[in-house]
């Protein structure tokens, strides 16, 4: 009897939960919750928003190196990483090619940068560098033709 009045406690206290269900809408962003959301994805697109932001962070990661602001670098090497990493949920189709740049590539430009070394980063740039050309290429686009950075567009410096 106790197992069946705790029970039907448990039942009478789910069932009085509220649903606060709401359906928002912004300003622009209308109509259902399923709407909505293929709005906001189309929003976010695909992979060619992570290689703008990964484009500037090269750029920065670059000129940190040259600048001798490691620690300016090795936050822009985190900052590529989590690029990448977030836009291979969008498109995991991508997955594959990206594999090597994250698990070698970067760190091993990471340890550049910990190094502390301008020679050692400058090898290692040029490996990254080369290895983005490579991602490119297996993603049938070779014509997104990375060079290494040849005027300063950033503001930072140490």
Not at 119 to 145: D, G, Q, R, W, Y
């Amino acid at each position: 009897m106790k197992q069946l009045f705790t029970l039907l406690s448990l039942g009478v206290f789910a069932c009085n939960q509220p649903t606060n269900k709401e359906t928002a809408e912004g300003d622009w962003i209308k109509g259902t919750d399923t709407e909505q959301i293929k709005t906001i994805e189309k929003h976010f697109r695909g992979f060619d928003n992570t290689m703008v932001e990964t484009g500037y962070r090269y750029q920065e990661l670059y000129w940190a190196g040259l600048d001798q602001n490691w620690e300016y670098a090795d936050y822009q090497i985190a900052k590529i990483k989590l690029a990448i990493e977030t836009g291979l949920e969008r498109r995991p189709k991508r997955a594959p090619s990206s594999q090597h740049f994250l698990n070698y590539v970067l760190p091993d430009m990471k340890k550049s940068v910990e190094s502390k070394d301008t020679a050692n980063f400058n090898k290692s740039f040029l490996t990254l560098t080369t290895n983005c050309n490579s991602c490119h290429a297996m993603e049938k686009v070779p014509f997104f033709n990375v060079q290494i950075p040849s005027e300063r567009n950033s503001s930072i410096k140490k």
